[in-house]
């Protein structure tokens, strides 16, 4: 299988999952390759004989069920029996299948570089292919892991502080501990399996004073509430969101990580957390 062959099957079952309960129809998939930022080859669009070889490929490389809903427009989906409750990531897809201790999958790099590197995959050997599927679910918590380490090394600047989230998995907060102190204001960066997102994050409960921090940090107002935290997104959505296709790129993130833990340490020294 080729790595376009393989990026395909990987695209088509990341459609298979989003399009749960509703399903979607052969046309409606082929519309969206033919956009698709990974149609490597620029294929016009999937027939329904090649359609329904990626519908087979889906379910031996990934151990899923594609089901049909038949009508006049018969519709696909992930069978609910693959899917927790819920849930329709692909990314939980993944846990949910991976095997936890799996000792024999390659390590991230190692894999991956067959994707990154345009190597073939065996035709015949779909382990190879599993292999992908075990150790992409690892893309988070090892970026995570290395963007920890590029604290604790000192290669972030502004930032000497970091810690995993406590809510969230797949995010890491990092923080200067004397902004941190004075501003009551830290990033949680989270890491999924296509993209990176960046917040600021507080606990103050004042919304004068989150309004007036919002303005100078250039981040949303409209606040988004989670686990008694108040999380900002950059309004610059180049801050926000950086999307990937293998890996992230961790020196753009460690670069705006850095933009926006300036941001908090330039704040006036007037911009202290109000008193509880």
């Known amino acids: 299988m080729s790595v376009s062959k393989f990026k395909r099957v990987l695209w088509a079952l ?12 052969i046309e409606e998939l082929s519309k969206k390759w033919s956009y698709s ?10 027939p329904e004989r090649t359609f329904h070889r990626v519908r087979r490929a889906v379910e031996s490389a990934f151990g899923v069920t594609i089901e049909c809903h038949k009508g006049a427009d018969p519709r696909y989906r992930v069978s609910s029996k693959d899917l927790e409750p819920g849930n329709n990531s692909l990314l939980n897809l993944f846990l949910s299948k991976a095997d936890n201790d799996n000792e024999k999958s390659k390590s991230v790099r190692e894999i991956l570089s067959l994707i990154m590197s345009g190597s073939n995959i065996p035709e015949n050997d779909m382990k190879a292919v599993n292999d992908i599927v075990n150790t992409l679910r690892r893309v988070p918590y090892e970026s995570c892991k290395q963007l920890m380490a590029s604290v604790e090394a000192g290669e972030i600047r502004g930032a000497n502080r970091c810690d995993w989230d406590e809510d969230y998995r797949g995010y890491v907060c990092i923080w200067n501990e004397a902004d941190y102190n004075r501003t009551d204001l830290w990033l949680s960066i989270g890491f999924y399996y296509d993209r990176v997102l960046f917040y600021v ?6 919304i004068e004073y989150r309004n007036k921090v919002s303005k100078l940090l250039q981040v949303n107002n409209e606040d988004i509430y989670k686990s008694d935290y108040w999380w ?13 296709q293998t890996l992230p790129d ?11 833990i ?11 957390k109000p008193k509880e």
């Open 14 to 25: 990341n459609e298979f999952v989003n399009a749960y309960p509703v399903g979607i129809s």
């Open 37 to 46: 930022s990974m149609n490597d080859d620029k294929e016009p669009d999937i």
């Open 201 to 206: 994050v507080t606990s103050v409960q004042y």
């Open 232 to 244: 900002f997104e950059p309004t610059d959505k180049s801050l926000f969101q950086l999307d990937f």
């Open 250 to 260: 961790m020196k753009e993130v460690k670069h705006r990580a850095e933009l926006l």
């Open 262 to 272: 300036a941001r908090i340490a330039e704040l006036s020294k007037e911009i202290q």
